[in-house]
Every structure is written in C-alpha cells, then in structure tokens.
C-alpha cells in the first residue's frame, strides 16, 4: 500500500495552460504538504494544510492554488504554466500540524515539463 | 528564522570505509533535526531524527547523526559505506510545524 501516492507522475504540458496535480495519503495525518524541488534539487515547501484549512503558504504565485477537499487529500492547480514551474512537485504529510517531533511522508513526486 | 546548511555538493566515499555527510543548522528555540535520503526519481525517506537526549542518535540502514549543541551540526555518519547508500541526502530543521531543508549532498560510494 502507497501511504502518500501522487499523479501523474510525469506531467508534459505547454505553456499557458491549466493543469492539476492530486495527492492522497492513507496514514490518517490531519496535515499535508507541496514542496518543489527544481531543477538543481533545492527543495522547498509551498503550501501546508492542517485539516483542509491553509496554514502555510510561501509567497508562491498565485497562479498556484492548492485545494484540500478532506483531510486525506491535497490537490494542486496551476493556472497559465510558465517555463519556471517545470520542477518536481512532491506532496508529504504528517501526523498533526506544529508538533515539531514528527517526520514528513513523502509521495514519489510528479515531474512537471512545461514547454 | 530556521535553516540548515550543508557546505558540501558531493561526498565521494569507497564502499567499506566510514562516511560523514555534514550539516549545520540555525534555529531559535529547540533544535528538531531529521536526516532524509532520496534516491532517484523517488520522494524522500525519513532516517533519523534528533528531539532530544543522547546526541548519537541510530536511524535506518546503519546511518546514525551526531548532535552537537556548540557546533550547531548533526553530521550523518556511518562506519562502513555500501554503494547502494549512494543517494541524495537532506538535512532538515523543523519548527512550528514547518520543515525547512538544506540543499542536499550527493554521496557517491564507489565499489
């Protein structure tokens, strides 16, 4: 059993369009992530949700917006695709937000190639 | 505001020999460290983590960290490489539930 699962897995799109990204963890966890990882591997987070509610969001576009329809699930959309969003996007989760103890659970990322 | 540095791309290591992956961290209240490896085309996995306690702290696959409070490092360390721990491994600090990661280091164990 996947415990974070992602798709696609590999996403080849042209510029200006709408796509999408969904994720769905298994494990219960009340707080899900997005982190992108570019192309020289610097990984860094986008978005948190704690029980479908946005909790973090880093100065990322707004062209970017993050759905949580329930807890189990975090989906990406991203609107009008430019050159630099082509990057990995991993999805991850934990068990409750702001307990600093606890370990992220990644999926297998989605490699997003805008052309 | 919290953040993780590893000074070092690359570590190239002989399979057998121990091996030292570095990190270095800031943080403004309790450090929480965790160590994560990638492999290709794979999400990360967890490794280890230090909360608090004893500063050697033992993970997954052999790897175990040391946690230095006066250095501010939690190097990754193990005694004997395998060229399957080839990978790309981030150290992470955690705090008020969001985990900021270094750049990440390349280790390479060669047969």
């Known amino acids: 059993d996947t415990a974070v699962s992602q798709t696609p897995k590999y996403l080849v799109t042209q510029m200006g369009n709408d796509k999408s990204i969904k994720c769905e963890q298994n494990?219960?966890?009340?707080?899900m992530y997005w982190y992108k990882q570019d192309s020289k591997k610097f990984l860094k987070i986008m978005f948190s949700?704690?029980?479908?509610?946005?909790?973090i969001n880093e100065t990322v576009p707004n062209r970017f917006s993050p759905k949580s329809p329930d807890k189990a699930h975090l989906n990406l959309h991203i609107n009008s695709l430019e050159l630099g969003d082509s990057a990995v996007y991993f999805c991850?989760?934990?068990?409750?937000?702001?307990?600093?103890?606890?370990?992220?659970?990644f999926g297998s990322g989605t490699q997003l190639s805008v052309l | 505001a919290q953040s993780v540095a590893q000074p070092e791309d690359q570590v190239n290591v002989a399979e057998g020999n121990p091996l030292t992956v570095k990190c270095t961290y800031s943080?403004?209240?309790?450090?929480?460290l965790f160590w994560y490896v990638q492999y290709p085309n794979r999400g990360l996995q967890f490794l280890l983590k230090?909360?608090?306690?004893?500063?050697l702290v033992k993970g997954s696959y052999g790897f175990e960290a040391e946690f230095n409070k006066s250095q501010t490092s939690f190097h990754l360390k193990k005694p004997s490489a395998l060229v399957s721990d080839s990978a790309l491994y981030f150290c992470?600090?955690?705090?008020?539930?969001?985990?900021?990661f270094g750049d990440g280091t390349t280790l390479t164990v060669k047969p």
């Open positions: 991850a989760s934990s068990q409750g937000f702001g307990r600093n103890n606890e370990k992220l659970f």
């Open positions: 494990l219960g966890h009340d707080t």
């Open positions: 949700y704690n029980n479908k509610e946005l909790i």
């Open positions: 943080v403004s209240g309790n450090p929480y």
């Open positions: 230090y909360i608090t306690g004893d500063n």
């Open positions: 992470a600090v955690r705090d008020a539930g969001k985990s900021t």
